[in-house]
């Protein structure tokens, strides 16, 4: 399976080529990022694993060529035109990137679909499973309980919250039947009042060097319950892109997660 890496100077994409290059299931043949000065600089000297004899490429449109797949972790701006560019030339995608605006959103999914596409918030083993127990236990709770969701991360995040975070009150608000955009709160300040039964809160947080930690809250009168995951390492969120990308290059084209890569749904 040949992937090319878009972004392949950004945190995940660098482990994402640590992790894909010994795999003997996968051929790393393009690095794509959009600094013009590593042009040309083979991608396994600047992340330190040893050449790799791939070339660093500012240009999608050329590496995409001799592609099966195409593992994608920058920013929005850039998603959208690789999106457009995998949809060109009929290459499958998966998608990591978080932060897209509504519009962003709507006009990414417009260019993916005729193509296998994997877009995950998170792509992590743990933090799917994690939303599986959050459908779950929200079916069961249904709105008896108070729903808080707490999200850490690195102080270089540019994004709050956290793609996870959304999508974990996404799928709250989706089982209990209430609309986030009317009652999602993000963050308190001043005096804000009681709390009111069907808001579900979101709280961002940023320090240090964290990867990773979202906490999800279930309160009522006399107890409190959580659901916790904590990434100790982007090798996790590596690892689920990289099995992502073995489901997308044989899939139908259409829209999954990983829900459907890992058969949770």
Do not use: W
């Not at 600047?46 to 500012?58: T, Y």
């Not at 090798?235 to 997308?248: C, H, N, T, V, Y």
């Amino acid at each position: 399976m040949k992937v090319v890496m878009y972004g392949a100077l950004g945190r995940m994409g660098r482990r994402i080529i640590t992790l894909a290059s010994p795999d003997t299931d996968i051929e790393i043949t393009g690095a794509v990022d959009t600094d013009p000065s590593m042009k040309g600089v083979d991608i396994g000297d600047v992340i330190g694993i040893g050449k790799l004899g791939v070339a660093i490429s500012n240009d999608l449109e050329t590496e995409i060529k001799n592609a099966d797949v195409v593992i994608d972790f920058s920013l929005p701006h850039a998603t959208l035109v690789s999106s457009e560019i995998c949809e060109k030339h009929g290459i499958a995608l998966v998608v990591g990137t978080t932060g897209f605006s509504d519009i962003e959103k709507e006009q990414f999914l417009a260019n993916v679909k005729n193509v296998p596409c994997v877009f995950a918030p998170n792509m992590s083993v743990g933090v799917n499973l994690l939303f599986k127990l959050v459908r779950e236990t929200a079916a069961i709770i249904g709105e008896d309980y108070d729903v808080e969701i707490t999200e850490i991360h690195h102080k270089f995040k540019k994004d709050a919250p956290s793609g996870t975070a959304k999508h974990i009150a996404e799928i709250i608000a989706d089982t209990v039947n209430t609309p986030l955009e009317e009652y999602g709160v993000y963050g308190r300040q001043g005096i804000t009042g009681e709390r009111t039964q069907k808001e579900i809160g979101i709280h961002a947080i940023r320090a240090g060097d964290v990867v990773g930690e979202h906490t999800v809250t279930f309160g009522t009168m006399g107890e409190r319950f959580e659901l916790v995951h904590k990434l100790h390492s982007r090798d996790a969120l590596a690892s689920g892109a990289i099995r992502a990308a073995k489901f997308a290059a044989t899939a139908q084209a259409g829209l999954y997660d990983m829900q459907d890569v890992l058969g949770l749904n």
